[in-house]
């Protein structure tokens, strides 16, 4: 049985105060829970250390959004992988679609930044999902067969088992407009029998495939109820506390 992972995804919001107070406030609400999933906040860059100074309080893991595919040295603006890790952080996500789109990440880069999570034992949350004309025309498992193999296959099967990976159709990213639980479990079952053909039946059993993409409150259960579904990354209703935990609670 896979354990289950709930991350949220603040992207570029809240203020230094907000931030605090989300963090507080969702660290108050588990606390009067039984969870079994793990609880993943991924807050900007700016946020981590504040992040990371209440989950030693709380039992929650953080993940940063970015990290440069660079080691160390003069890459201005760019935050490397030893220094989240030095900061207590768990999880990095890579490859979000608003990544690929907005700042023209391509397989090279994401392969190195997956290489850099790795070899500073950060565990990459790899995101994957077709747009909207794709899945129109109808070649969804042909963009993620893709973006799997290109991103993650030249691991050998020691790393690969490290990598979580997130199923984010971008046509259901920020858009109301969810998968349906079916969807995300044909996609799902889908990266799976990839990752058998590749590395072998155990490997693919054990590794987490979490659904992103309008995932809230309201339709958390019925997705997570799929078996080839190992939780979420979750966006807009990650930096609602009450809705994130109510997330959390039904995985
Ligand atoms: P929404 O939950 O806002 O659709 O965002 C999903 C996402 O992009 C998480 O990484």
């Known amino acids: 049985m896979r ?16 931030a605090e107070d989300l963090v507080e406030h969702i660290l108050e609400l588990l606390d009067k829970e039984t969870i079994t999933a793990e609880v993943i906040v991924c807050p900007p860059y700016p946020y981590l250390e504040l992040a990371t ?7 929650i893991g953080v993940g940063a959004q970015n990290l440069s595919p660079f080691d160390a040295g003069a890459y201005t603006g760019e ?34 930044k997956v290489n850099q999570a790795l070899k500073h034992k950060l565990t990459p949350i790899f995101c994957v999902g077709e747009a909207l004309p794709e899945r129109q025309a109808g070649s ?11 991103g ?14 997130a199923y984010e ?4 990213i920020g858009t109301g407009v969810t998968a349906t639980p079916d969807q995300a479990q044909e996609m799902h079952a889908y ?24 995932c809230n409150a309201a339709n958390a259960e019925e997705i997570f109820a799929k078996p080839g579904v190992d939780g979420g990354l979750i966006g807009g209703a990650s930096i609602k506390a009450e809705e994130f935990v109510s997330i959390c609670k039904q995985a």
């Not at 990095?92 to 391509?106: M, P, Q, T, V």
């Not at 969804?140 to 290109?150: E, G, P």
């Not at 159709?169 to 259901?172: D, E, F, G, R, T």
Request: charged share 25%; with cysteine.
């Open 191 to 214: 990266i799976r029998t990839l990752i058998t053909e590749r590395y072998g039946k155990d490997v693919a059993d054990a590794t987490l495939i979490l659904y992103g993409g309008s």
């Open 53 to 59: 100074d209440y989950a030693e309080e709380g039992n």
């Open 3 to 18: 354990k289950k992972i709930v991350a949220g995804n603040w992207k570029m919001n809240l203020s230094f105060q907000d």
């Open 169 to 172: 159709p971008v046509w259901a």
């Open 79 to 112: 935050v490397s992988a030893a220094m989240l890790v030095s900061m207590g952080v768990t999880h990095c996500i890579i490859g979000h679609s608003e990544r690929r789109k907005y700042f023209n990440e391509d397989d090279k880069m994401l392969t190195a």
């Open 140 to 150: 969804h498992f042909d963009v993620v067969r893709s973006q799997v193999r290109h």
């Open 152 to 165: 993650l296959f030249h691991l050998d099967t020691d790393e690969f088992h490290k990598v979580v990976i």
